[in-house]
Each structure stands twice: as structure tokens, then as C-alpha cells.
């Protein structure tokens, strides 16, 4: 099973994050890692990850006019994809945004809801609205919140979705892959651990225990 994103938010050594390497699909970097160590050394740190083919996912949750995300990616472009928030709308941003990201042959994920309690999924309407309209690669949902994956997979049956939320905020392994999602975002449950490869040798087991489950169930 090679089902898991890994969500680098903190420094790790190289060799540590190589032995992990067969075990990840993707890496997803945001700013704790980039304003820790620098773009530049960023990019020495993933490098096997980039060399291998392995997606790396950019995920600054963009969230701004067209030109200044266009400027943002333009210099991130190690990286295979991108994060956006889908609230920003289309005119002016995320119409122009997918455009640049498609003209270089990159991936958009458009967030369409969060893993944590305070996020209003009210407003998932509009957002499945924008989403449906941008048609971006894949979109980020919560594996906190089971039924709004769930939705979220009715309403984008072809879409990748990936999945963060579970170990540290609660969600259980496994569980957003039984509810729709293609991978699980993992970061703080494998970079806090003493032993992150045995860590995540335990994880991919959980997943697989709960994907012979639930496989031909259909929750
Ligand atoms: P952790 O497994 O340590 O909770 O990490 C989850 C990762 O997914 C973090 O990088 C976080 O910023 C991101 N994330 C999230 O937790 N919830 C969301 O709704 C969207 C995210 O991108």
C-alpha cells in the first residue's frame, strides 16, 4: 500500500527521510519547513523525492489575487502541485491560477473543507460551486470529518483527493481512505516519532487492516 503523503513541517535528517521513501506516495511542504531551512535547502532535503519522481505538493494555501499567486508558484517550481483555498473565487484568481499551473504542466488541489473544528462547512455550497467550475487536479478534505469526505467524494467521484487530519487531530488511519479519499496527509504522527520508519511501517498496516474492511462495504 503506498498511500500516505507526508506532510515534512519539521526538519528531519535526510538518511531518516530516504529510508521513509518507500513508504510515501507524496511529500506535501508548507511554510514551517520553508521558512525553517530556506527554499534552497529544502530542495537538498527532498532531493531523492524530486530525482524519483515522487509528488511533491506545495502547499501554501494560496489564497490571494491572480498575479501574486502566479508570482508565489513561479518560484516554488520544484514542486509537482499547489494548494489553493477555493473561498477566494474564481475571476481574478483561481481562473488565472489554473491557468498558469496547467501552461506548466503542474497539479491544483482546491481545498474544500478543513480538518479542524472551526471550519464552517456551510459555506461548502459555494465552494463545491468552485470547485466544480475550476476543476482542479484534486482537492484537500478532512479525514476529522468522515460524512463531509463522504459528500465531498459523491460530489467528485473522479478527483484525487488527499487527506489530512488523522493521528494528531484524531482521525484514525485508514479511515479517510475507507470514506473516498486516494491518500492520507500523515505529518506530525511520523516526524515526532523516536522511530518514524517503524512508525510508518505500523501505519501502512493499520491502513491495509482497515481498508480489508471496509473494501466492499461502501460506508
Ligand atoms: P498533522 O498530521 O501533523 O496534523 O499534519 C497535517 C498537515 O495537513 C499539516 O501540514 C496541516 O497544515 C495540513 N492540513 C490540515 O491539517 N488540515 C486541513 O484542513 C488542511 C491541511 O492542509
Request: some cysteine; aromatic content about 10%; proline content about 4%.
Amino acid at each position: 500500500l503506498n498511500k500516505i503523503i507526508f506532510a515534512i513541517d519539521e526538519v528531519l535528517d535526510k538518511s531518516i527521510l530516504d529510508n521513509l521513501f518507500e513508504y510515501i506516495y507524496g511529500i506535501k511542504i508548507g511554510y514551517p519547513l520553508l521558512l525553517k531551512i530556506g527554499v534552497n535547502e529544502t530542495i537538498n532535503l527532498v532531493h531523492n523525492f524530486i530525482k524519483n519522481d515522487k509528488e511533491i505538493i506545495m502547499d501554501l494555501k494560496l489564497a490571494d489575487i491572480d498575479n501574486t499567486m502566479k508570482s508565489i508558484v513561479s518560484q516554488l517550481e520544484f514542486a509537482d502541485s499547489y494548494i489553493a483555498h477555493s473561498f477566494i473565487g474564481i475571476e481574478g484568481a483561481l481562473d488565472e491560477l489554473k491557468k498558469y499551473i496547467d501552461e506548466k504542466n503542474k497539479k491544483l488541489y482546491l481545498l474544500a473543507s478543513m480538518s479542524h473544528k472551526g471550519w464552517n462547512d456551510n459555506f461548502y455550497p459555494y465552494i463545491k460551486n468552485v470547485i466544480s467550475k475550476i476543476d482542479p487536479y484534486g482537492i484537500v478534505a478532512p479525514a476529522t470529518k468522515l460524512q463531509i469526505l463522504k459528500t465531498i467524494r459523491k460530489d467528485f467521484p473522479k478527483k484525487i483527493i488527499i487527506s489530512p487530519g488523522i493521528g494528531a487531530q484524531g482521525g484514525e488511519f485508514g479511515d479517510a481512505l475507507c470514506y473516498g479519499a486516494d491518500y492520507e496527509i500523515i505529518g506530525r504522527s511520523i516526524y515526532t516519532s523516536k522511530d518514524p520508519i517503524g512508525k510508518i511501517k505500523e501505519i501502512v498496516k493499520l491502513q491495509e487492516e482497515k481498508i480489508n474492511v471496509c473494501k466492499g462495504s461502501n460506508p
